[in-house]
């Protein structure tokens, strides 16, 4: 069975930093594309990061480009996102994705909260 587990989210003021983690079990890891998206409330989910599964080019969106980076340690079966400089607008649920081929997991999510 397949698991994607995220963790470190939580509450922090705006221009601080905060590393979540996704720990994979259950699938090849390594031959796996991992991205993260968000959630905010009442929008749309949105991709915020992908790193390949040869951990080559990562691309990011625009809107953390220069504040996050997404990277993945294969040893481990875990993806990270570090986010620097977070705004308010950063708030949100951050999910993991794993995607091979057709092949595609979600994990439940960790509450990220930029607030003052």
């Known amino acids: 069975q397949v698991q994607l587990v995220e963790s470190g989210g939580g509450l922090v003021q705006p221009g601080g930093s905060l590393r979540i983690s996704c720990a994979a079990s259950?699938?090849?890891?390594?031959?796996?594309?991992m991205r993260w998206y968000r959630q905010a409330p009442g929008k749309e989910r949105e991709l915020v990061a992908s790193?390949?599964?040869?951990?080559?080019?990562?691309n990011y969106a625009d809107s953390v480009k220069g504040r996050f980076t997404i990277s993945r340690d294969d040893a481990k079966n875990t993806v990270y996102l570090q986010m620097n400089d977070l705004k308010l607008e950063d708030t949100a649920v951050y999910y993991c994705y794993a995607l091979r081929a057709w092949l595609e997991y979600w994990g439940q999510g960790t509450q990220v909260t930029v607030s003052a």
């Open positions: 790193i390949p599964s040869d951990g080559g080019a990562t």
């Open positions: 259950g699938l090849s890891f390594s031959r796996y594309t």
